[in-house]
């Protein structure tokens, strides 16, 4: 009973875990590329256009600032991602 | 293109956050790009075990359909159709997950609209994305090309 229990509760966190992005914040900016601030660390991305801002909540990928995220939306999913079954 | 590969280019934005939530090293994350890149050949038995969570929904439509979950139809149609659908629906992590994650999440379809070196401007629902063109080197200005996150998968139409 309790291997099925554990076997269960193991596949479901491993199913609350899915693939969800997590946004950095722009905390500086350049010509051409933007410094993210992710709380544990900061990293470099490129940037494409002058539509991004200091302070603006953006996903990055391979490098590349790819969106502005709304701030609640950025903050919601930092929130999830601290949830001790979802990190 | 051989099914693992396509699974692997679609599979591979999620590699990179499998690789910012720790799940994966920058080892193997190197590793993934460079056969998804290169189209070089991987286990399937590796991509069941990196990317297992896709994998149950997989088998969902996979028995379904009464296929196997290798079989190429229904790898493309769970990427191109029911992957979109679950995040809709709102299943397991996308329950609680905010509209603008959810919507990076989709494989979408999108015009090329700019393109500056190795990045190219997409433009879908009146919207703005800017994604690697590193596994369509060739696509340019007014093609149509699928996205998943922050990558052109492929050129459509």
């Known amino acids: 009973m309790h291997a099925?229990?554990?076997?269960?509760?193991?596949?479901?966190?491993?199913?609350?875990?899915?693939?969800?992005?997590?946004?950095?914040?722009?905390i500086k900016l350049e010509k051409g590329k933007a410094i993210l601030d992710y709380g544990t660390e900061k990293r470099e991305g490129k940037t494409m256009a002058d539509d991004f801002n200091i302070g603006d909540y953006v996903i990055m990928q391979a490098g590349i600032i790819i969106q502005k995220i709304p701030k609640d939306d950025a903050l919601k999913?930092?929130?999830?991602?601290k949830q001790p079954d979802s990190t | 293109m051989r099914?693992?590969?396509?699974?692997?280019?679609?599979?591979?934005?999620?590699?990179f956050i499998l690789k910012q939530r720790g799940e994966i090293n920058q080892k193997k994350?190197?590793?993934?790009?460079?056969?998804a890149v290169n189209n070089k050949y991987i286990k399937k038995e590796e991509l069941e075990k990196i990317f297992f969570r896709a994998f149950n929904y997989i088998d969902e439509l996979a028995k379904e359909k009464n296929k196997g979950r290798w079989d190429f139809e229904i790898i493309k149609e769970y990427f191109l159709k029911r992957h979109n659908e679950?995040?809709?629906?709102?299943?397991?992590?996308?329950?609680?997950?905010?509209?603008?994650?959810?919507?990076l999440s989709k494989v979408i379809e999108a015009e090329i609209t700019d393109k500056k070196e190795d990045i190219l401007e997409i433009r879908f629902n009146n919207k703005k994305r800017f994604v690697s063109n590193i596994?369509?080197?060739?696509a340019k200005i007014k093609?149509?090309?699928?996205?998943?996150?922050?990558?052109?998968v492929e050129i459509i139409g």
Not at chain 1, 77 to 81: G, H, M, R, T, Y
Not at chain 2, 29 to 35: A, E, N, P, T, V
Not at chain 2, 143 to 152: M, W
């Open chain 2, 135 to 138: 596994f369509v080197p060739e």
């Open chain 2, 86 to 103: 679950i995040i809709e629906q709102g299943r397991d992590m996308y329950k609680d997950a905010p509209e603008t994650l959810k919507e």
């Open chain 2, 29 to 35: 994350y190197d590793w993934l790009f460079d056969i």
């Open chain 2, 143 to 152: 093609d149509k090309v699928r996205v998943h996150y922050g990558f052109a």
């Open chain 1, 4 to 26: 099925v229990n554990h076997r269960i509760i193991k596949k479901l966190k491993s199913l609350i875990k899915m693939c969800l992005a997590i946004p950095g914040k722009i």
């Open chain 2, 3 to 15: 099914v693992e590969n396509y699974f692997l280019r679609y599979a591979f934005p999620c590699a």
């Open chain 1, 77 to 81: 999913s930092l929130k999830l991602f």
